[in-house]
């Protein structure tokens, strides 16, 4: 968890993600920093996210983030 926190701070240092309910909604990722996310995340957790997992709804928290990484093979 800590490191997709390290990830997130590193895209959007200006934003504060640890009291953020929901990334996408509160206007602190947007599609350009999702795609920047991924990379990152494929990278950190040696994994491919697929196409289809790229939507808002997996990546609005750290939880749903951890969910889509595990599901594409990540070890986290």
Known sequence: M???YK????IRPEFDFRTSTN???EGL???F???SLVSELEAEYDCI??????M???FGTVESI???VKKNGGNI
Not at 7 to 10: E, R, T
């Open 2 to 4: 800590e490191k997709i």
């Open 7 to 10: 990830i997130l701070q590193n």
């Open 23 to 25: 990334f996408i909604e």
């Open 29 to 31: 990722l947007d599609s």
């Open 33 to 35: 920093d999702m795609v």
């Open 49 to 54: 996210i697929d196409a289809l997992d790229i």
């Open 56 to 58: 808002p709804e997996n």
């Open 66 to 68: 951890m969910l889509v």
